[in-house]
């Protein structure tokens, strides 16, 4: 397979030369929108991948929560997290949905981790082509545990996300649609500790109303874990998002709630909703691999999602 810089080099050209953000994120630039020139050319990118039969399994709960979001009621997606591909894939598919595509698309705020910024030039001119509020991801402060820069990276951090929670509360209800990786990071083959959901996620949901939850089957560019994302794998492919069915926010935590242990610390009980969460991102997972399948060319890459016909 090639990777981005072998087949794409001449589009990473282009969107550097268009980038407007800075490497550095602080308070005051956690909201980022998107830049539409790279937005255009990574649409034409995804168009050049996808396979027929790539599509939003559930579309209608998607645009159903878009109209909650537009009535002021606060909108979380939860997404399921293989490649750096996600996010255009998603937007391009609901953009090709309906005519009311685009304004969904639009309306969808992903939080991103500020490493997208600060990893390369390349990496950050391909993450701006879309609309995203910037966090300090716990994972990236753990780095700095035991160092001279502990203090300061964890004053950088709080104030960073600090921010970004305000900013979030404001476009929440201004019908804006938040979507969030549970995982935080991308699945990474062999490694099922960057499947966990993090912790964070019950916090998120207690500051919702509604909340969408979205399984993903297939994968246009997977993950060269020697090198950056302009070494991960270029791959043609038929990609699948199944959304399931919209519900109560709380309505998640409750129920985290009652399976914990009376006794059971806080932490534990918010792990066990990030795990809840987890669950039904596997079983739609399985139901997007199971749409998916009856569109794949013969010999196609096998997948890399991790999961085998037993688990």
């Not at 550097?16 to 994120?25: G, L, P, Y």
């Not at 685009?102 to 910024?117: D, H, T």
Request: hydrophobic share 35%; charged share 25%; glycine share 6%.
């Amino acid at each position: 397979m090639q990777t981005v810089k072998q087949r794409y080099g001449h589009v990473a050209k282009q969107l550097i030369a268009n980038s407007k953000h800075s490497s550095s994120v602080t308070s005051d630039r956690v909201f980022q929108e998107a830049n539409q020139k790279n937005r255009k050319l990574i649409d034409e990118v995804v168009e050049e991948l996808l396979l027929p039969g790539s599509r939003i399994e559930g579309i209608h709960e998607l645009h159903r929560l878009f109209e909650l979001a537009q009535e002021g009621k606060s909108c979380l997606l939860l997404m399921e997290h293989y490649s750096n591909f996600d996010i255009p894939t998603f937007h391009y598919l609901i953009s090709q949905s309906t005519q009311a595509g685009p304004k969904v698309s639009n309306s969808i705020i992903p939080m991103a981790g500020l490493k997208l910024n600060a990893e390369s030039d390349f990496v950050r001119a391909f993450t701006e082509a879309y609309t995203r509020l910037v966090i300090y991801p716990s994972r990236s402060l753990q780095p700095y545990e035991g160092t001279d820069q502990w203090a300061e990276e964890k004053k950088k951090s709080r104030q960073i996300n600090m921010a970004a929670l305000h900013e979030m509360v404001r476009r929440k209800h201004d019908g804006y649609i938040i979507l969030l990786f549970p995982s935080g990071t991308r699945y990474r083959p062999g490694n099922e500790a960057t499947r966990r959901g993090l912790p964070e996620v019950d916090s998120y949901l207690r500051a919702f109303d509604y909340v969408l939850p979205v399984g993903i089957s297939g994968n246009i560019l997977r993950v060269n874990q020697e090198g950056t994302m302009a070494d991960d794998f270029i791959t043609e492919d038929v990609v699948v998002f199944s959304a399931g069915t919209i519900s109560s926010a709380e309505d998640y935590r409750k129920r985290a709630r009652e399976a914990a242990s009376p006794e059971a610390p806080a932490a534990e009980v918010k792990q066990a909703t990030a795990d809840l969460v987890m669950a039904e991102l596997k079983s739609l997972h399985f139901q997007a691999r199971s749409l998916r399948s009856v569109h794949l060319p013969a010999n196609h890459p096998p997948d890399e999602d991790g999961y085998t016909q037993d688990n």
